[in-house]
C-alpha cells in the first residue's frame, strides 16, 4: 500500500486559513489523493481529492505538488466546526476494490 | 437526504449472544464495506461488497459475517461475539467498485461493548 504521513496534530484560530500536509512518496501515477475528515463522534466524511491538478470545491482546497509526492489541504476559514481528524488516503486499487485505508491522521484544534 | 443509516447506534452484549448490526443506503449504491475503529490501529475494513450477491473479505474479517441480498441493505453478523470484537463500527457506501475517484459515504457509527 502506497503510504502518506501527517503532523499527528495542528492547532490554529478561528477564521484564519489552515494548511493540512501530507506526504506521499510512494505515489503510484494513478493514485487519487482523498481527504476525508472525522468530527467528533461522527463517522468520516469525504472533504476533496485530486489526482494531479489543483483542485477547489466548497469544503476546502487541494494543493498538489508538481512530483505527486506530497499534498496541502488548505481551509480558508477555519471555523469550530473544522475541529476534527484529517485523513491524507491514497486509493488504494486492489482488485477493483474500494478500501480506504486510513492512517492516523492529524488532529486540528482551532481555538476561538 | 442522501444517506448511510446504521442501527444499534450502542449495543452492550455478553460473550457469545449472536448479534446483528443493519446498515442501509438510500443512493443506489453497488459498493458497501464494514469498518473497524480502534484506538492506536485506525480504522480497518472487515468486508466489503461490489454488488447485490457480491462479498469479500477485507483485512480483519475473523469472527464477521456479512450478507448482501439486496443492493440497499448490508447487514454485519457476529455468530459468537468476543470481548476482542469491542470496538466502534462503521458502514460505508460508495457508487461503484471499480472507480478511484468516487467519494464514500459513511454511517454515523456503532458502538459495541462485548462483556
Known amino acids: 500500500d502506497a503510504k502518506t504521513t501527517q503532523p499527528n496534530s495542528m492547532e490554529s484560530n478561528e477564521e484564519e486559513p489552515v494548511h493540512l500536509p501530507c506526504n506521499h512518496s510512494?505515489?503510484?501515477?494513478?493514485?487519487?489523493i482523498h481527504w476525508y475528515r472525522q468530527l467528533p463522534s461522527q463517522g468520516p466524511e469525504y472533504v476533496i481529492h485530486?489526482?494531479?491538478s489543483n483542485v477547489n470545491n466548497r469544503m476546502a482546497s487541494l494543493a498538489i505538488a508538481e512530483d505527486r509526492k506530497s499534498s496541502t489541504l488548505i481551509l480558508h476559514r477555519a471555523t469550530l466546526r473544522d475541529a476534527a481528524v484529517y485523513y491524507c488516503?491514497?486509493?488504494?486499487?486492489?482488485?477493483?476494490?474500494?478500501?480506504?485505508?486510513f492512517g492516523q491522521g492529524t488532529r486540528l484544534t482551532i481555538n476561538p | 437526504e442522501a444517506q448511510v443509516t446504521q442501527n444499534p447506534r450502542y449495543l452492550i452484549t455478553v460473550t457469545g449472544k449472536k448479534l446483528t448490526v443493519t446498515c442501509s443506503q438510500n443512493?443506489?449504491?453497488?459498493?458497501m464495506s464494514w469498518y473497524r475503529q480502534d484506538p492506536g490501529l485506525g480504522l480497518r475494513q472487515i468486508y466489503y461488497?461490489?454488488?447485490?450477491?457480491?462479498?469479500d473479505k477485507g483485512d480483519v474479517p475473523e469472527g464477521y459475517k456479512v450478507s448482501r441480498k439486496e443492493k440497499r441493505n448490508f447487514p454485519l453478523i457476529l455468530e459468537s461475539p468476543s470481548p476482542n470484537q469491542t470496538s466502534l463500527y462503521f458502514c460505508?457506501?460508495?457508487?461503484?467498485?471499480?472507480?478511484?475517484?468516487?467519494?464514500?459515504?459513511f454511517g454515523p457509527g456503532t458502538r459495541l461493548t462485548v462483556l
Open positions: 460505508a457506501s460508495t457508487l461503484t467498485g471499480t472507480d478511484s475517484y468516487n467519494e464514500q459515504f
Open positions: 510512494t505515489i503510484s501515477g494513478t493514485d487519487y
Open positions: 485530486g489526482l494531479t
Open positions: 488516503i491514497l486509493r488504494d486499487e486492489i482488485q477493483g476494490a474500494q478500501k480506504l485505508v
Open positions: 443512493m443506489n449504491h453497488e459498493y
Open positions: 461488497s461490489m454488488n447485490v450477491e457480491v462479498t
